[in-house]
């Protein structure tokens, strides 16, 4: 019997990490929210926006390490994002944006720098993804929930999400659930 694992990952607009993710075997309970800040209490998304919580957009979610590993999630993130960006992803802006791993235990924090370290040789700017034990972890609205799947035809999914879908395509489909 496998043991269910969690992980926290952020690399900008939460819905474009929850839609590529949300694409992988061994993956469920895809949560879009926020962690990382220094208010205290759970922010709200306008809080967020502004920036002045330093709080990160994130998703958490569970995966089964018989199906997928953490390492091969963790290549999946590291390449459908920039992660040389400081606190960006293409036109958002702010610590909000920023890349960052919120690892459970120091085997998630160890396996972090450890696949950061291998990606780097893929990009000419250092990676600047922060690894970080995991804070407390804010759940978004619902309606910020399974937000790509729900809204495919809107501008910002076509557009932003929808490269990102098809480059995790075309790297890992090895990974992917069927889709119908």
Aim: proline share 4%; aromatic share 12%; hydrophobic share 35%.
């Amino acid at each position: 019997m496998s043991k269910i694992q969690q992980a926290t990952l952020g690399a900008g607009c939460f819905w474009c990490v929850e839609a590529v993710i949300q694409r992988l075997k061994g993956v469920s309970n895809v949560v879009s929210g926020y962690a990382g800040g220094s208010v205290p209490g759970h922010p709200t998304y306008r809080e967020i926006c502004s920036g002045l919580t330093g709080h990160a957009e994130v998703i958490q979610f569970d995966f089964d390490p018989e199906i997928i590993k953490y390492e091969e999630i963790l290549a999946v993130f590291m390449t459908t994002h920039d992660p040389t960006t400081l606190n960006r992803q293409g036109a958002d802006r702010g610590t909000q944006y920023r890349s960052v791993i919120f690892y459970h235990s120091e085997e998630q924090k160890k396996t972090a720098e450890a696949v950061i370290k291998w990606v780097q040789q893929y990009y000419e700017d250092p990676i600047v993804t922060e690894v970080s034990e995991l804070p407390p972890f804010y759940e978004a609205t619902q309606e910020h929930q399974d937000y790509y799947n729900s809204n495919r035809l809107q501008g910002y999914c076509r557009v932003v999400i929808d490269p990102k879908i098809a480059k995790l395509k075309s790297l890992y489909t090895h990974l992917l659930v069927e889709e119908n």
